[in-house]
């Protein structure tokens, strides 16, 4: 039953996407995909060999073993273009980015009472069982925690290509999130935008995030509405030998900004169309 439900989400996406050249014109879609129906962080050593290179262990926090602390990004400035400049965000953002596995966040989430139901459906049918964007459907949910690991793919010379963001659920140790993390500019777009990929077998979910800095350092990151091609959220598959892909009408906003007490947050909105779905809210705090 679970592969019949796999396999007709590949074959609608093939349905209502078109044809890309993922080694070609449309290389700005390959990114990494999962071999099994489970996700979790097995498609690393994949991703990293499609780079002729490595992933890092993951590096001890304290004590003589410790290590460079990772983030989701090497350096803020590879965002820099005409409408961003890195050296104008808050500092504290700054290193939330470039040093993530150091921080501690705690999560918050709400869901519009049109869209729960299909949210309930698809985290029960697919998101709970491929342990991949398992979007927390009631408050409880998250309300142990959960723990965030990041793990850097590193291409033959040993930079830094890419980021595994892999959040789990306290106490269970079951996965929500293991997406990849780079900076990556768009055919004909002004400057880089934020890419994050979520694999899923034989495809995946990606997220074209343009950059904005705020008047007092905050960071906006959005993916607005748009043609092909152009920041938003994309849906690719690989079926019957040949690559599909489709951009979706889900937009998201992120607002990352200092609170007047200091503390770092987020606010984290999904849309579909212009109607709200979900909205989260995130406290981080650095760890160590």
Not at 34 to 61: C, I, K, N, Q
Not at 148 to 153: A, F, K, N, T, Y
Request: charged letters at 25%; glycine letters at 10%; proline letters at 7%.
């Amino acid at each position: 039953m679970n592969h019949l439900l796999d396999l007709g989400s590949r074959k609608f996406w093939r349905l209502v996407g078109r044809p890309v050249d993922l080694a070609g014109e449309h290389s700005w879609l390959r990114a990494p995909v999962s071999r099994s129906s489970t996700v979790a962080d097995g498609w690393l050593a994949a991703e990293a060999a499609h780079h002729g290179g490595t992933v890092d262990d993951e590096v001890a926090s304290t004590g003589p073993a410790a290590g460079p602390v990772p983030g989701l990004l090497p350096a803020m400035t590879r965002l820099d273009g005409p409408a961003f400049d890195a050296a104008r965000l808050d500092p504290r953002i700054r290193d939330f980015y470039e040093h993530t596995a150091a921080w501690h966040m705690e999560v918050w989430s709400g869901w519009s009472p049109l869209f729960w139901p299909a949210g309930e459906l698809i985290a029960r049918l697919f998101a709970r069982r491929v342990e991949q964007l398992s979007l927390p459907m009631r408050p409880l949910d998250v309300a142990h925690g959960m723990d965030s690991r990041v793990r850097v793919i590193r291409d033959r010379d040993g930079e830094q290509v890419g980021a595994a963001w892999l959040r789990t659920l306290r106490p269970s140790g079951r996965y929500v999130f293991s997406g990849c993390y780079s900076a990556r500019r768009l055919p004909g777009a002004v400057g880089p935008s934020v890419h994050v990929a979520f694999p899923l077998e034989s495809g995946n979910v990606q997220v074209f995030l343009r950059p904005a800095v705020g008047d007092d350092g905050d960071l906006v990151l959005e993916s607005p509405p748009g043609r092909f091609g152009q920041d938003g959220a994309y849906v690719t598959v690989h079926d019957g030998g040949r690559d599909f892909a489709a951009r979706v009408p889900l937009h998201e906003t992120f607002h990352l900004y200092r609170d007047p007490y200091g503390v770092l947050r987020t606010d984290h909105e999904l849309r579909m169309w212009r109607t709200w779905m979900m909205r989260l809210h995130y406290k981080m705090e650095r760890a160590r």
